[in-house]
């Protein structure tokens, strides 16, 4: 498994932007895997936001954030990100990295937990009205 840290979290207004990124303790790009942020709030079910294969940078979007969310990877610092923009309350969340092991085109469902092993600890996004 590899060891995922995410960053970037914090407070923005309506309307507002942030990035955060997800550190990998190995070089992902080299293990050809589907990588994926997701996003929590208790009480509810954790949910995927968009998925990238390291191998190709083809990249995956949940309906609720295409268009306003930008998933990327740099690969030189084994690092994905995810740029959001036009920030909502309803983004107001706990905001998770995962990384699979396999490629995307093998799993079931790239915006399902359960095809993830490796999880950071999370980081909060809250958004204000």
């Known amino acids: 498994q590899v060891q995922l840290v995410e960053s970037g979290g914090g407070s923005v207004q309506v309307g507002g932007s942030l990035r955060l990124s997800c550190a990998a303790s190995?070089?992902?790009?080299?293990?050809?895997?589907?990588v994926g942020w997701f996003r929590q709030v208790p009480g509810k079910e954790r949910e995927g936001v968009a998925s990238?294969?390291?191998?190709?940078?083809?990249?995956y979007y949940s309906g609720f954030v295409k268009g306003r969310f930008t998933i990327s990877q740099e690969i030189a610092k084994n690092t994905v990100y995810l740029q959001m923009n036009g920030l909502k309350p309803d983004d107001t969340a706990m905001y998770y990295c995962?990384?699979?092991?396999?490629?995307?085109?093998?799993?079931?469902?790239?915006?399902?937990?359960?095809?993830?092993?490796?999880w950071g600890q999370g980081t909060q996004v809250t958004v204000s009205s």
């Open positions: 995962a990384a699979s092991g396999r490629a995307c085109y093998y799993l079931n469902d790239v915006f399902s937990p359960s095809e993830y092993n490796s």
């Open positions: 990238i294969y390291t191998d190709s940078g083809s990249t």
């Open positions: 190995r070089v992902t790009s080299r293990s050809r895997e589907c």
